[in-house]
């Protein structure tokens, strides 16, 4: 037995966008399945109660569940938690038990449990808002990213252990962008609720399609802790850490394969229920969360200790001393640093799940959804390296062409390039050579 259509598709929509980053079930068969849920434990519940018989028999009137009463007994209830996301009144609703059977439902179900309050307009809004921007966000991500990746692979003398990690943490930020743009489109495109699916063997590849998203998703916070890692191995270590590589890929895609089959098992065992998007029992969401949450934290301890090395070197007499343009320099390259370390996220990392769950997705959804953008132009498009391959190759296809553009590439490489510098520091006779290219990690 399905729900009235209580609530139009547009408004389900949207509040279901609220848990896009996390879910791949489509909002209204989410809404489907929890009324399922529910009306399964008002069964059970009715089936459990016995005593002499009532007037009016306990009954599931698809929004809520009636315990049983005698004639002028009225049974009120609390709002449905299946519309929690919905509304914002935590209020009640009411039926009399007469000679005739239930009364209709009192006060009216709109008003009682605060639809079509000023605060839940508000609400709708800001869930539009959010899904147009992060849309914008990771769409435009996709397709710079994308660009970067070719640019990479097609480019030989580009071809070093940095622009490899650099190519892998693009293809990490692709797979997230495409992983969250297509996920609803694809598997649950009508609108309605005949096209969810009624048997648990029908939720096998919505399953699958979570199963990847959240791999996307981890694999992409363990590529930011290699790109720290890289960094940070660059700026304190004496030898190359090229031969390095394969150990980067094992972190990068091994530990969130690993983590993903244990969320996997814990999930088959514990909570096999719907799409997987519910985290009802704590074990199977601190398997994957946990994960998460190390590679946040190491990679802002990774940041921290980077920004101090470079603050040593900064202020040493070889550089500048106490220059204030070199403090400049610092600043800059801190602001560099973020996005590349995902440093953001130690934000509401280490706050307990719900607070300011508002403020939380606009921050993450929206700065996550152009992050990738952003890690894609300052690590790949403002690249010196990268810029002077692009000229050459641009000379060779136009060599009649005016040099205006190498121009305009070569100013906007001037900053990238002065901060590129002060991370060129000396090791006195031990200083290994392949500093002075590799130290331009972003």
């Given at each position: ?16 966008w ?15 399945l929890?009324?399922?849920e ?28 009636w ?19 919905f ?23 709109v008003d ?57 943490l ?9 992983s ?11 609108s309605?609720?005949?096209h ?5 063997s029908?939720?096998?590849?919505c399953?699958?399609?979570l ?11 363990y ?17 190359s850490?090229?031969r390095r ?20 098992a ?25 994960p ?7 990679n ?23 220059d ?10 801190t ?5 590349l370390?995902?440093?953001h ?10 607070v ?9 959804l ?19 390296e990268v ?31 002065d901060?590129?510098?002060?991370l ?7 200083a ?11």
């Open positions: 037995m399905r729900a009235p259509a209580l609530l139009p598709p547009a408004l389900l929509t949207c509040c279901g609220l848990l896009a980053p996390v879910n791949s079930v489509h909002p209204e068969c989410r809404f489907h929890e009324i399922q529910e009306e399964t434990k008002c069964t059970e519940l009715l089936r459990t109660q016995t005593g002499k018989y009532k007037a009016c028999t306990g009954v599931w009137d698809n929004i809520t569940c315990r049983p009463a005698d004639i002028g007994e009225t049974v009120t209830v609390p709002c449905p938690k299946v519309f929690s996301n509304y914002s009144k935590p209020g009640n609703i009411s039926k009399n038990c007469t000679s005739h059977g239930w009364s209709e439902m009192f006060p009216n179900f009682a449990c605060g639809s079509g309050d000023t605060e839940d307009d508000s609400k709708m809004t800001f869930y539009v808002l959010v899904k147009a921007i992060y849309t914008l966000g990771y769409s435009v991500s996709l397709i710079s990213l994308s660009t970067g990746s070719l640019i990479l692979c097609l480019f030989r003398k580009l071809h070093c252990t940095r622009n490899y990690i650099h190519l892998n693009f293809v990490s930020f692709i797979l997230r962008a495409v969250v743009l297509v996920k609803d489109g694809v598997l649950y495109s009508s309605g609720t005949g969810c699916p009624d048997q648990p029908s939720w096998v590849a399953k699958l399609s199963v990847f998203f959240q791999y996307c998703i981890m694999a992409n916070f590529w930011l802790l290699v790109e720290g890692l890289y960094l940070h191995t660059l700026l304190v270590a004496i030898f850490p090229s590589f394969v150990a980067y890929l094992l972190i990068g895609w091994g530990i969130p394969t690993v983590c993903i089959a244990a969320w996997t814990a999930r088959l065992s514990l909570e096999d229920t719907g799409c997987w998007d519910t985290n009802d029992h704590s074990v199977p969401w601190w398997v994957i969360r946990t998460i949450l190390i590679s946040i934290i190491v802002f301890v990774l940041f921290v200790s980077i920004i101090r090395i470079l603050l040593q070197k900064l202020t040493s007499p070889d550089v500048g001393g106490t204030p343009s070199q403090y400049k320099r610092l600043a800059k390259s602001l560099l640093l973020i996005p370390f995902g440093a996220y130690m934000v509401f990392a280490v706050f307990p799940i719900g300011s769950s508002k403020y939380q997705i606009l921050f993450e929206c700065m996550g959804s152009f992050q990738g953008l952003v890690v894609a132009v300052l690590y790949c498009f403002l690249n010196s810029q002077s391959e692009l000229k050459r190759k641009w000379r060779g296809l136009c060599p009649g062409w005016p040099c205006g553009l190498d121009h305009r590439l070569r100013r906007a490489s001037v900053s990238r390039n901060w590129e510098n002060a060129q520091f000396h090791r006195g006779s031990r290994p050579s392949f500093l002075q290219t590799e130290t331009s990690v972003i």
